[in-house]
């Protein structure tokens, strides 16, 4: 008589995962996506950090503070995969040179009400939910 193996089938692997993606402890795995944030400042991105960070993104933030060096930018759009703008302190012609860049460089621009993770979530949700 042959025993019954306990490895688990492709379906019931499919299923853990997706009960697990859906559980909110273990948030939807996205590693080595570049994420740039442009605008909000420092302290108000933390969770919006946090957030990325858990799921194992890259973060990569721009503030309009002063002293923030213009380059810097530059630098963070080439890398960035998916760029989230928050349009509360993004200038009218920021946000026109934030969707030109991206329009050639094929990226997604995604504007966000404010800097804030509710805002991020609001976005997700109907964007792409991957909570």
Not at 99 to 106: K, N
Request: net charge positive.
């Amino acid at each position: 008589m042959r025993r019954r193996s306990k490895v688990p089938s492709h379906s019931q692997e499919t299923s853990a995962l997706a009960s697990r993606q859906q559980d909110p402890s273990h948030p939807t795995a996205i590693p080595g996506v570049r994420i740039a944030h442009i605008g909000g400042k420092l302290g108000a991105v933390v969770n919006i950090r946090t957030y990325w960070q858990s799921r194992g993104a890259t973060f990569m933030h721009y503030s309009f503070e002063e002293g923030q060096d213009q380059a810097a930018l530059g630098a963070i759009l080439a890398r960035a995969d998916i760029v989230f703008h928050s349009s509360h302190d993004t200038s009218p012609r920021t946000k026109h040179h934030l969707a030109i860049f991206c329009e050639r460089a094929c990226k997604p621009l995604i504007p966000l009400e404010d800097s804030s993770l509710s805002s991020l979530e609001e976005v997700l949700g109907t964007w792409c939910p991957i909570a």
